[in-house]
């Protein structure tokens, strides 16, 4: 029996395990109508073959949490709502500070949940908590952050001289009528003059989901973990202009690898100019921060003028040239990751050393809010951070 190529091309067609298994479109019938029995069986057998949609396994759903509202009055519900998913263990709510201590602890939520009813404690938060969903005592996505709103005290200030140099600053002293060092002596005088200020007032709270900050750059990524407990408004600040892109094609516009004595100091970016003198067209209130200026912490630049603080950053390179800064600055997260990024980006080759003015700008090529991971029952995060790879007294190689 002879058959024409058409015919010969359609039963290899048919035949193929590739053109047999294809089940996610309807089958075409062929164009051309084969006189040959065997070819017309096999045909009509392949039309009339059963179609078997592929299988996918539903994926569980997790529990969930989420605020109710951003903002919740100081004496109204305190609200999340807690989803079960497909979970059939019982779901617990964890509030804890940032060295991971219990403050409460809710056992079986779900639903619509009132703080004020579940977590009763939770009317006396100082500063802000975070609250940890947990299957079991297993804990369960990103932690929602608890931030008490309390204006900050009257910031005190006086004039000093910067080290080993005859130009004046304003030194922040003290907050309301507690100085920052007890020990100044200096200061007897000013402090009869201090008041506390007005007794700090709940203006209410405010409830989000923890976000880190991923920032890319040409140097690699750095991951900032933020620190609300410390300083709230800056550090939501931050938050803020990242999410709205802000910082998104920017760089570090100020590279200082070391200090007059060869000591680490800073890198710095935010500037949307790359001049330094740039900003978000708003200043910041500083907050009393006492988020020690570690390598990898991330504080806030700002002009002489105490509240001057906008968008402008810096990651601090080391303890030793950078303690200074703790309490005049705002530092408000720290890196868990990048500090080979860091590293690079502090040596950069500079053109001018005294301004840190880099020959090419740093660049930061976006940052993006990510979720952060669960919190821990007494684990404290900071713990985790990045650690110097530049041994003490030393500065990263640069070329000036």
Not at 176 to 195: R, V
Not at 196 to 214: C, I, Q, R, T
Not at 295 to 300: D, L, P
Request: glycine share 10%.
């Amino acid at each position: 029996m002879r058959i024409t190529l058409v015919e010969a091309l359609l039963v290899v067609a048919c035949a193929s395990p590739a053109f047999a298994q294809d089940t996610t479109r309807a089958r075409p019938r062929p164009l051309v109508q084969s006189e040959s029995r065997e070819v017309a069986e096999r045909l009509r057998r392949y039309r009339e073959a059963p179609v078997e949609e592929p299988t996918v396994a539903p994926r569980a759903a997790p529990p969930t949490m989420r605020a109710l509202h951003l903002y919740s009055s100081p004496t109204g519900p305190l609200e999340l709502i807690v989803r079960r998913g497909d979970s059939a263990a019982s779901l617990n709510l964890f509030l804890l500070d940032q060295a991971g201590e219990v403050l409460g602890i809710a056992k079986g939520v779900e639903g619509r949940v009132d703080l004020r009813k579940t977590l009763p404690g939770i009317d006396g938060l100082g500063r802000a908590a975070w609250l940890q969903l947990a299957q079991d005592e297993a804990p369960i996505g990103a932690p929602i952050v608890v931030h008490p709103i309390r204006e900050p005290p009257p910031v005190r200030v006086k004039s000093d001289l910067r080290p080993q140099s005859t130009v004046t600053y304003t030194r922040i002293v003290g907050w309301g009528d507690q100085p920052l060092d007890p020990s100044d002596t200096s200061l007897d005088e000013a402090k009869k003059g201090w008041i506390a200020g007005d007794p700090p007032v709940l203006s209410g709270y405010k409830m989000y989901l923890d976000m880190d900050v991923l920032v890319r750059t040409d140097h690699g990524e750095i991951v900032v973990a933020l620190a609300p407990d410390e300083a709230p408004q800056t550090a939501w600040n931050f938050r803020t202009l990242v999410r709205e892109g802000f910082y998104d094609g920017g760089g570090f516009h100020r590279v200082v690898p070391a200090d007059r004595e060869g000591r680490p100091f800073v890198i710095q970016g935010g500037d949307p100019t790359m001049t330094g003198n740039g900003g978000p067209g708003f200043a910041l209130a500083l907050e009393p921060s006492t988020l020690a200026h570690d390598y990898g912490v991330i504080s806030m630049a700002r002009a002489d003028e105490p509240h001057s603080a906008g968008s402008q950053f810096f990651f601090a390179l080391g303890r030793e040239a950078t303690a200074r800064l703790d309490g005049q600055y705002c530092a408000f997260g720290y890196a868990v990751s990048g500090n080979r990024a860091i590293d690079s980006i502090a040596a950069t080759p500079l053109d001018d050393v005294g301004e840190g003015r880099p020959r090419a700008i740093p660049r930061i090529v976006s940052m993006q809010l990510v979720a952060a991971p669960p919190r821990m029952p007494g684990i404290d995060r900071r713990e985790s951070r990045v650690k110097a790879t530049i041994p003490a007294g030393e500065s990263p190689p640069t070329t000036r």
